[in-house]
T-cell receptor, first 111, second 114 residues
Framework: GQQVMQIPQYQHVQEGEDFTTYCNSS?????IQWYKQRPGGHPVFLIQ?????EVKKQKRLTFQFGEAKKNSSLHITATQTTDVGTYFC???????????FGQGTRLTINP | DGGITQSPKYLFRKEGQNVTLSCEQN?????MYWYRQDPGQGLRLIYY???????QKGDIAEGYSVSREKKESFPLTVTSAQKNPTAFYLC?????????????FGSGTQLSVL
């Protein structure tokens, strides 16, 4: 079936270090969304990318959508303790009317 | 406050028992969804509804049932046929069922088996 693979599953960094999580799909995606879930909380929408090669920034967060629309990444520059949580990507499967979530990357930070 | 309200926050189910999770939204969204979250896994779609009195199975609908009698409400019943119900259940909504729209999530219900 259609899958969106997300790596790494866990990442532990020192505060101030950078962090990146990657999503890869075996099929072309119509769009990709990113969500953040704080510990004990619920997913909150961060951003959506639609165009091939698209790059969007939100303060210290940079989101990219691959040229082939099969992969995406989220990069956080100079992590802060408020960045702790699990980051999920969710890909819209072209032609399938479906949104498939990656397994998530859990980010922990040593202050 | 506008948003999605899920209740209860914690729920315990006995063997052979059906339990119902509540989800109410006041965002005037047409589409509502139920997702299941297990540790180390992504969110998996159980059911979704695009309009009142209509709903569609998601990827893991077996052992679950839903209803959509009102636009604001989309309750999920976990039946005794669901043999592994322990999970975190998330309700979500979006203005329409276009998979390019962002999802608004409720705070979730943790279901455990006694």
């Amino acid at each position: 079936g259609q899958q969106v693979m997300q790596i790494p599953q866990y990442q532990h960094v020192q505060e101030g270090e950078d962090f990146t999580t990657y999503c890869n799909s075996s099929t072309t995606l119509s769009n990709i969304q990113w969500y953040k879930q704080r510990p004990g909380g619920h997913p909150v929408f961060l951003i959506q990318l639609v165009k091939s090669g698209e790059v969007k920034k939100q303060k210290r967060l940079t989101f990219q959508f691959g040229e082939a629309k099969k992969n995406s990444s989220l990069h956080i520059t100079a992590t802060q303790t408020t960045d702790v949580g699990t980051y999920f990507c969710a890909g819209g499967i072209q032609g399938a009317q479906k949104l498939v979530f990656g397994q998530g990357t859990r980010l922990t930070i040593n202050p | 406050d506008g948003g999605i309200t899920q209740s209860p926050k914690y729920l315990f189910r006995k063997e052979g028992q059906n339990v119902t999770l509540s989800c109410e939204q006041n965002l005037n969204h047409d589409a509502m969804y139920w997702y299941r979250q297990d540790p180390g896994q992504g969110l998996r779609l159980i059911y979704y509804s695009q309009i009142v009195n209509d709903f569609q199975k998601g990827d893991i609908a077996e052992g679950y049932s839903v209803s959509r009698e009102k636009k604001e409400s989309f309750p999920l019943t976990v039946t005794s046929a669901q043999k592994n119900p322990t999970a975190f259940y998330l309700c979500a909504s979006s203005p329409r069922t276009l998979w390019g729209e962002k999802l608004f999530f409720g705070s979730g219900t943790q279901l455990s088996v006694l």
